[in-house]
């Protein structure tokens, strides 16, 4: 029994090693096609990608680059216009600061810098859009050059003009520093004003981005006055200072009287000019008053043998102060006035000095003066008015009692007009009464005074028989604390 289960073991192993062997024998022998399976296409890859093998098809290189290379060929061309873009815009400062004095053409290419930069700053800009950006650019640039040229061509003597006004104020620091002074304010702020006249022109620019662009004429003429001013400041601070320490004097002038009625020469034989009694000795007839309107002091010397004569005119020169003591007698008659024109450098308002008399006690209750000053309306100087003889007032200077009948002169030479003047001068704008035995000083205040010349016209008001009194040399001054220095 044993045996025989043996045996059918065996039996069976060796048929199942022949099917083996011939199933084996049947798969080398033929290749059976297999079902399709179904793939996707293109096939995944895997995650990540393998370092694919340098060199040829047979080291496994890629023979058909395809879409991959394209790419990163785009890429390349955006990176390279957008830095050569940026290259563009880096030199905007330098560009752009070539036409500082070309407002119009500097602002058309800030633009198109603006423009650019926009297309630099975006992230998803594409291509066509850099290039277009850096072409635009660079055709501003161009255009900006080509204008600037075209107008200097076409305007040599405004660029000429503008810039020698550039060099001009580059010196404005420099000027006003001399003026720190309060004496100078007047003339500092002048010279400021005419500087910012020429910075004004500057700012502007030869091509305004509004209005029209300044004419030649009128830079040289801003110029100028820059120039002419800074060259005169020494000058101007000079009489800015003697105006507002000291005074200023203004000798009479002949030339500058104007009267047509009284007009003759002084008498050779009068060599002195002013009298504390009446010139006519009381006697005011019109035939014997002096028709004469303006005496100045004579001195006379005595030379050889005892015979004397007037002062030289060379002597006068070395000696002025002599022969300088001037009176206007007469200002009556129609269109009459005396000029006095002088030049003026500190504050608006001034002060006006000038000694006083009558000529004659009859014309005290008849005195009367006016002012022009630079062409305005004429203003009334005011004396205080004379009492009359029946009110118990003082005596006439001729009335025999007078205490000051008698002919003596008196003497208005620059120190003795100093000491016969009464300096005691009031805040009220009314002046003293004038006499002919005193001299008095007229104070007037003088407003809205000109930087520079100035002219003040004397006459006698029309109607009422007014007469002026007679007027000495004028002093002017900045300070009224001065007018003890007269």
Known sequence: MKRKNILKFVSLLGIGSFVMLAAASCTSATTPTPNPEPKPNPEPKPDPMPNPPSGGNMNGGDTNPGNGGGMDNAVQQLAAAKTALTTLLNGQTEKVGLYNDYAKIKDDLVKAYIAAKEISDKSHATLQEVNNAKTRLETAIKDAANSKTSFGEKNPELIKAYDA??????????SLNQLMDAN?????????NLYKQGKDIITATLDPTTGDGPQAMVVNQTN???????????????NATNLATRFV???????????????????????????????NTGVSTASNTPNWNLAQRKVWVSGSGGRTSPFSSSDANNSPALTDVSWIYNLSGANSKYTLTFNWYGPSTGHLYFPYKLVKSDDAQNVGLQYTLNNKPAQRIEFAPAQSPSSGGTAHASDPQSPRAAATETDVSDSAEGSQAQTDMSSSSMNKTPTVSDINVASVTLSDLNFGANTIEFSV???DSMVAPMIGNMYITSNPLNVNQI
């Not at 203004?250 to 008498?267: C, D, F, M, R």
């Open 224 to 238: 100028e006055a820059i120039v002419n001013a800074t060259s005169k400041i020494e000058d101007w601070k000079t």
């Open 461 to 463: 008001p029309m109607g």
């Open 249 to 279: 004097k203004q000798t009479l002038n002949n030339a500058n009287l104007v009267n047509e009625t009284n007009n003759q020469p002084q008498p050779g034989s009068y060599s002195f000019v002013a009298y504390s009694v009446d010139l």
């Open 184 to 192: 100078f304010e007047t003339i500092k702020n002048h010279i400021s």
């Open 165 to 174: 006004l550039k060099q001009t104020i580059t010196s404005e620091e420099m």
